[in-house]
């Protein structure tokens, strides 16, 4: 043991540090259990010889399987917040966090000129900025995602905001399409084409409505089965 340490009850009063960029880069877009497991670990991380430091007492306090504590730390390696020394017992070591567009200045040369032409043609009603590039690569170098498909998200963006729409907005998109695992344009291109199904399905459920009240044989037929309760519910109010 080292010439000092905190007590259990000065840790139990203390604070847990959290960096800014976490909450700006990483807390939005993750997803809950992930973010749980994150700064959970991160307070076991400063008495790290508790006997609570365990995966199965982790699991316990937080209520979430072993297995997927085991994937959330599997997705902050990815996110190069952590690193997973060993997997039996498991044993993580967190990382310095560092912004994302640290990245871009060791691409290539020229890797994405083909992909700032199309988006800047798709983006015909406003100039893209430096930054606003550098932060698409920033994103597709971190979560692996293909150009074109980040080219469908902001063409989907387009179509949904105007040309006028924000970067920041974009990038929720294409963070929310990665975190199902939907990182190629084959992938995003189906996800998209799913959702125009059933958004043009509710669309002719709204005419029908409005028209007079429809059966249940028809709603069940015109809508995706997924949200059929609630708009079979919605339906009981006309």
Not at 28 to 41: E, F
Not at 93 to 102: D, F, H, V
Not at 187 to 205: M, P, R, Y
């Amino acid at each position: 043991m080292g010439l000092v340490s905190f007590s259990r009850g000065y840790m139990t009063a203390g604070y847990t540090n959290i960096s800014n960029i976490f909450m700006e880069e990483h807390l939005p877009y993750a997803n809950g259990d992930c973010v749980r497991v994150y700064l959970y670990g991160l307070y076991l991380c400063q008495n790290s010889t508790s006997a609570d430091n365990t995966i199965e007492m982790m699991s316990t306090k937080l209520g979430i399987s072993v297995a997927n504590i085991k994937d959330a730390f599997i997705y902050w390696e990815k996110q190069n917040l952590v690193q997973i020394l060993d997997t039996v017992p498991m044993e993580v070591k967190y990382l310095p966090i560092k912004r994302n567009s640290a990245k871009v200045k060791e691409l290539p040369k020229g890797k994405y000129d083909d992909f700032n032409t199309k988006a800047q043609a798709i983006l015909d009603g406003r100039m893209i900025t430096t930054t606003e590039f550098h932060e698409y690569y920033a994103f597709m170098e971190s979560m692996h995602f293909e150009p074109e498909a980040l080219l469908l998200v902001i063409k989907n963006c387009v179509l949904v905001k105007g040309f006028t729409v924000g970067y920041a907005y974009i990038l929720t998109v294409a963070k929310n399409l990665a975190y199902e695992g939907l990182t190629t344009h084959a992938a995003v291109s189906a996800k998209f084409a799913v959702d125009q199904q059933d958004q043009t399905a509710l669309t002719n459920l709204i005419k029908q409505i409005r028209k007079n009240k429809p059966t249940k044989e028809f709603i069940r037929h015109s809508y995706s089965a997924e949200a059929l309760k609630q708009e079979e519910t919605d339906v009981s109010e006309f």
